[in-house]
């Protein structure tokens, strides 16, 4: 079992060194908790595994996996770069104490008047386009001299990964990046207009367990860049490898391990390095999942226990909560918090409470014995779970709370009734 999970001498799932009973009883359910030293520890040990065998090394934690003010804090004190996907992470990054130089933002159609904002933070631009290269040219400078304005592209190295169709960002069909062939051309014309290139950074697909579509993508990625710095004056200050590193949701399923990991992909990036005569650029990783995953729970407390055509657990929170299993059929492995250690014995189906019949959480689990007011821990709810979440069916969005050495604060008050109409405007003659 790679879930790794603590229970307490009366059966109670723990986290942070705090019994769930507990936090479920202050706080009330549904609830995501927050295990600040997974985070830290996760951060960590990606940081070791890659700064031991190549130095320049910089993590961009990847916030759109979880962008809560206190995570972000997390990171930021843990030494932590930024990878931002749109402007309100951006925000966000600077507003949590990041400075610029350590926030990089990768757009996709991107507006000007985005890229405007992102260039007066002083941020670099990731360009995804040779339309977006054009756009941002005219921004930056007017008058046609960008004065050697830094940049970097994003390429396709047509290699794709990830835990569902959705989630592969690499390969012939993927909306993200340049193409390899047009690789040499586009960075001459950014060159032409005036800029200066200095990045490469690619990002293949997201929740990869097996390190060989990571290892072939840095292989391709690292043949553009060489050809690119072959053919033209690039010199690279990075190479960007982008995230994807995966966790185990299912207990069956192998970890990552992050050294061996680290060893070879660094061992590829050396190599590639001497045989193109690249010197040392930064090599820099851009994690999400791996770094928040598995430090979120999400608690949610059996209301309903239904025997019609299936046996249906009713919990009292869905998919607004937790879109994953929905909406990529994701597994989310489930424990009976308040006994743990409970066998498991008979199928069913675990229901969230939005009305469309796609709200499972899931779907033919074998799980203990569960009765009404039972408390469920659903797993592995730190990345892509509060970030994905929604008001829909008027459900105000629920709380967080971080739990650190036994204490547990409140880093996100959960909405009201009135937090569903905020922005809403309602025209005099309807009144
Ligand atoms: C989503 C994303 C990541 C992170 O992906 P994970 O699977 O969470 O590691 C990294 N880089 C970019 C550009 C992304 O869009």
Avoid: W
């Avoid at 307490?8 to 009883?25: M, P, R, V, W």
């Avoid at 320049?56 to 843990?78: D, G, H, P, Q, W």
């Avoid at 430090?295 to 025997?307: D, F």
């Amino acid at each position: 079992m790679n879930l790794n999970l603590k229970v307490n001498s009366k059966d109670h799932l723990e986290i942070g060194g705090i019994d769930t009973t507990e936090i479920a009883e202050k706080y009330g359910t549904p609830l995501y908790v927050i295990d600040e030293e997974k985070i830290r520890d996760n951060y960590k040990r990606v940081y070791n595994a890659f700064t031991k065998f190549y130095k320049n090394f910089k993590i961009l934690y990847a916030c759109k996996a979880n962008t809560n003010l206190a995570v972000m804090r997390i990171l930021e004190s843990e030494g932590s770069n930024i990878d931002a996907v749109s402007t309100g992470e951006v925000y966000t990054a600077i507003k949590s104490g990041f400075s610029p130089d350590r926030i990089l933002f990768t757009g996709n159609n991107v507006r000007d008047d985005e890229m405007a904002y992102v260039d007066s933070e002083g941020v670099r631009i990731n360009v995804d386009s040779i339309s977006q290269l054009k756009r941002l040219a005219k921004i930056v400078n007017p008058d046609g001299n960008n004065d050697g304005y830094k940049i970097s592209f994003r390429v396709n190295p047509n290699v794709g990964a990830g835990h569902h169709e959705h989630c592969i960002t690499g390969g012939p069909m993927s909306k993200f990046g340049i193409m390899e062939e047009e690789a040499v051309e586009v960075y001459q014309m950014a060159i032409d207009l005036g800029f200066k290139p200095v990045g490469m950074h690619s990002h293949i697909g997201s929740g990869i367990l097996n390190p060989e579509p990571f290892k072939l993508a840095t292989e391709a990625m690292m043949k553009i860049a060489g050809n690119v710095h072959k053919n033209t004056d690039v010199e690279f200050e990075f190479l960007d490898f982008g995230g994807g590193l995966g966790i185990p949701y299912t207990p069956e399923e192998p970890l990552l391990d992050i050294e061996p990991f680290a060893e070879e992909i660094t061992g590829i990036y050396k190599d590639k390095l001497a045989d193109y005569g690249m010197g040392n650029p930064d090599l820099y990783i851009e994690p999400g999942r791996y770094i928040v995953g598995d430090a979120s729970y999400l608690l949610t407390r059996v209301n309903t226990i239904k025997n019609s055509y299936r046996k249906f657990i009713g919990v009292d929170t869905g998919f607004n909560t937790l879109l994953r299993p929905s909406m990529y059929g994701s597994y989310h492995h489930i424990v009976l918090a308040n006994n743990a250690n409970a066998e498991a014995v008979e199928k069913v189906d675990v229901a969230g409470n939005v009305c469309e019949s796609g709200d499972l959480f899931a779907r033919d689990r074998i799980l203990p014995k569960i009765e009404e007011g039972d408390l469920l821990a659903i797993l592995n709810a730190g990345a892509y779970a509060f970030s994905m979440a929604s008001q829909y069916n008027s459900r105000p969005r629920v709380g967080e709370v971080l739990v650190n050495n036994g204490e547990s604060e409140i880093v996100r008050e959960k909405e009201t009734y009135d937090d569903l109409y905020t922005k809403q405007i309602v025209p005099d003659r309807l009144k």
